[in-house]
């Protein structure tokens, strides 16, 4: 069964880091772009970075770009997004997902499989 897993979500600080993790099973990522989502209660997903296949090519949303960085690991079967300077206003459930063919971040994406999400909580 192919699924995708997010992990590395939490509490955490203004100003603090977090690295989640998107890891694939039961099919070979390196095949796939992938795009991490988030959602606040309340409001529409937001699309906010995705990566290449081979990793080469990036993109951001407006909102995070400059603080987060993704990056894969095809070799581990992850993707990873590294989340700095957060904010209260990062505060989401975050989602991985996986396309065979160009990522978008825009509305009515659509995706091959998706992760189930994990919750990130930006508080003092």
């Known amino acids: 069964q192919p699924q995708l897993v997010e992990s590395g979500g939490g509490l955490v600080q203004p100003g603090g880091s977090l690295r989640l993790s998107c890891t694939a099973s039961g099919f070979t990522l390196e095949t796939y772009a992938i795009a991490w989502f988030r959602q606040a209660p309340g409001k529409e997903r937001e699309g906010i970075s995705s990566i290449s296949k081979n990793g080469r090519d990036t993109d951001y949303a407006d909102s995070v770009r400059g603080r987060f960085a993704i990056s894969r690991d095809n070799a581990k079967n992850t993707v990873y997004l590294q989340m700095n300077s957060l904010k209260p206003e990062d505060t989401a459930v975050y989602y991985c997902?996986?396309?065979?063919?160009?990522?978008?971040?825009?509305?009515?994406?659509?995706?091959?499989?998706w992760g189930l999400g994990t919750q990130v909580t930006v508080s003092s």
């Open positions: 997902a996986a396309t065979e063919v160009l990522p978008w971040l825009g509305p009515h994406p659509v995706y091959d499989y």
